[in-house]
């Protein structure tokens, strides 16, 4: 299993509407993708300060099948106009799980 892991720190102009918004889209397009396995995603509960404000992970049977959703048009639109005007900070990884 191919597991990918990001996690933002959103600017100070981004409201709850945004992330909503964002949330929906990703939700939309990953139930079109049979290449996704798994996907979850959420913001941070606030338990421990210095922690990102939101991670998503999805995982996928083979990098290439990560990279259908990666490269996935409407995944880079979602990017483009709904997380990126909005993210301070970004971190990322990708390992093999289980």
């Keep these: 299993m191919f597991r990918h892991v990001v996690m933002f720190e959103w600017t100070d102009g981004v409201d709850d509407a945004d992330i909503e918004a964002m949330a929906a889209a990703l939700?939309?397009?990953v139930a079109t993708l049979p290449e996704v396995v798994?996907?979850?995603h959420g913001p941070d509960l606030?338990?421990?300060d210095g922690n990102?404000?939101?991670?998503?992970?999805?995982?996928y049977a083979s990098v290439e099948d990560y990279?259908?959703?990666r490269d996935?048009?409407?995944h880079q639109r979602i990017i483009a106009e709904?997380?990126?005007?909005?993210?301070?900070k970004r971190a990322a990884v990708q390992?093999?799980?289980g």
Excluded: C, Q, W
């Excluded at 990102?52 to 995982?59: L, W």
């Design 27 to 29: 939700d939309a397009l």
């Design 38 to 40: 798994s996907y979850v």
């Design 52 to 59: 990102f404000d939101y991670v998503m992970v999805g995982d």
């Design 67 to 69: 990279a259908v959703y």
């Design 82 to 88: 709904m997380i990126k005007p909005f993210v301070a």
């Design 46 to 48: 606030g338990v421990s």
């Design 72 to 74: 996935h048009p409407e």
């Design 95 to 97: 390992y093999h799980a």
